[in-house]
Nanobody, 124 residues
Framework: QVQLVESGGGLVQAGDSLRLSCAAS????????MGWFRQAPGKEREFAAA????????SYADAVKGRFTISRDMTKNTVYLQMNSLKPGDTAIYYC?????????????????WGQGTQVTVSS
């Protein structure tokens, strides 16, 4: 079993940066694909980014590519999402997720473990 706890959300202005963290506990973290998803009010949860088990291969949604960077620290069992040049359209609850497998999937159903989410609000 894996537990995921997100932190780092907050209220910022357009153009600002935030770094989200996801601390993982439990067995098997090193073997998991890690991802970040987000859900805006009234919308479905959508993929933002994912990273391979070894941390060398990232994947991004087109909406965040070039602005967001996903990384993982194997010594701290933590995954990060560095978000730069934030826009009001990035406002959402951000969720950390983990999956057993090899694919950097963009589908929510692929991921087994989920955190509780952290709110990110970007004002114009």
């Amino acid at each position: 079993q894996v537990q995921l706890v997100e932190s780092g959300g907050g209220l910022v202005q357009a153009g600002d940066s935030l770094r989200l963290s996801c601390a993982a506990s439990g067995l098997g973290y090193r073997n998991l694909i890690m991802g970040w998803f987000r859900q805006a009010p009234g919308k479905e949860r959508e993929f933002a980014a994912a990273i391979s088990q070894n941390g060398y291969i990232p994947s991004y949604a087109d909406a965040v590519k070039g602005r967001f960077t996903i990384s993982r620290d194997m010594t701290k069992n933590t995954v990060y999402l560095q978000m730069n040049s934030l826009k009001p359209g990035d406002t959402a609850i951000y969720y950390c997720a983990a999956a057993d497998g090899l694919l950097l999937s963009k589908e929510t159903t692929y991921y087994t473990y989920w955190g509780q989410g952290t709110q990110v609000t970007v004002s114009s």
